[in-house]
């Protein structure tokens, strides 16, 4: 419960913050989509969240990767690319 | 592994090629209608192209956002401190009365105009922002002269596709595409919050992009020149900065 809670924050929450934050420090998007940084309150707020989120997405990283190793890293990584759920069968 | 019959393999491998292919036509009608940025190349060569191809094709008429006098920042970050070199001083010294900003290349009248020159047209102000590359940002009324108006009083050649700039201070120079030279924000500034402009931020003559990240807005400016082939200038890539690492397309 708490892994799906905190993938949904993520993919649905802190990266499309991460992206609309970009964007909204970028001068030639600004001026196209003024509404895009105005409710933000400027630039340098939206720099400010840009910062803090970026941070948050590494931390999950960072802790997704350690999961990872916890949980058996050959096994796992077989998993993502093969498909198939890893059994721990010897030469497979 | 055996999950991967023949037929997908060819279909794959069909499918990249036609994708391959697919990306070198878009690179070809791309170049033809100005959309790649002159420093294409390195790593981040697609990237900026994007950028810069789709802020062109979507957003070319767009105005950098403009500010109430109210929101002028209080102490504009002067952050020129080096002190500009002894032509500057010299200069300097006479109140800038010998100051010239030359426009040449492919124009019909090239010119030299100074200080009074320019401020003898009609003056145009905006409060924009100015966004720096490290970070820091101030508003502040930009006062001049918009580049438009100096650019239609030489005659551009219409086969030009860019202006290049230059500032006293050597090896610092930009250019800018035509959409951003003439586009109505784009000016040539002698004034800033109702004064003269700082030698701190630029002056005696600056130009402003507000579309760009500031180091677009070069200080100091003496020369234009307008041109159709940026290769002619420097390493080729368009400005000064892409030879530092920076983006020649500053729009972001």
């Known amino acids: ?87 721990h069968r010897a030469g497979t | 592994m055996k999950d991967i019959s023949r037929r997908k393999l060819i279909l794959g491998g069909l499918a990249a090629t036609a994708g391959v292919s697919g990306l070198g036509v878009a690179a070809r009608i791309a170049q033809k209608y100005g959309l790649i940025p002159p420093d294409h190349g390195g ?29 002028i920042s209080k102490r504009p970050l002067a952050n020129e401190i080096a002190p500009p070199n002894e032509a500057f001083k010299s200069l300097q010294a006479e109140g800038f009365a010998d100051w010239r900003l030359t426009v040449d290349g492919l124009v019909d009248r090239p010119a030299a105009f100074s200080l009074a020159q320019l401020k003898s047209h009609p003056s145009r102000s905006q409060i924009t922002m100015v966004q720096c590359e490290e970070g820091w940002s101030y508003i502040a009324e930009w006062i001049g002269v918009p580049l438009s108006q100096v650019l239609d009083l030489v005659g551009v050649h219409p086969q030009a596709t860019h202006v290049v700039y230059f500032s006293i201070e050597p090896d610092w120079w930009e250019s800018i595409d035509m959409a951003d030279a003439l586009h109505p924000q784009t000016f040539v500034t002698y004034g800033m919050n109702g004064d003269e402009l700082p030698v701190g931020n ?12 500031g180091y677009k807005s070069v200080k100091f400016v003496t020369h234009l020149t307008v041109t159709d082939d940026l290769k002619k200038f420097g390493k080729g890539l368009g400005s000064a900065e892409p030879e530092g690492g920076y983006a020649w397309y500053a729009g972001i």
Do not use: D, K, N
Request: proline residues 5%; aromatic residues 10%.
């Open chain 1, 1 to 87: 419960m708490l892994q799906r809670l905190s993938y949904l924050f993520v993919i649905f929450v802190l990266f499309p913050l991460v992206i609309w934050t970009g964007l909204a420090m970028s001068p030639a998007f600004v001026s196209a989509f003024p509404a895009s940084v105005a409710v933000m309150g400027g630039q340098q707020s939206a720099r400010t969240i840009h910062f803090f989120v970026s941070l948050a997405l590494l931390l999950f990283l960072l802790v997704h990767v350690l999961m990872i190793c916890v949980a058996g890293f050959r096994s796992r990584m077989r998993a993502m690319i093969t498909g198939r759920a890893g059994t």
């Open chain 2, 202 to 213: 630029g002056g005696p003559l600056r130009l402003r992009v507000p579309r760009q990240l």
């Open chain 2, 43 to 71: 790593i981040y060569s697609l990237g900026e192209t994007l950028t810069y191809a789709s802020q062109r094709l979507l957003t070319r008429h767009s105005l950098a956002r403009e500010f109430p006098r109210s929101m």
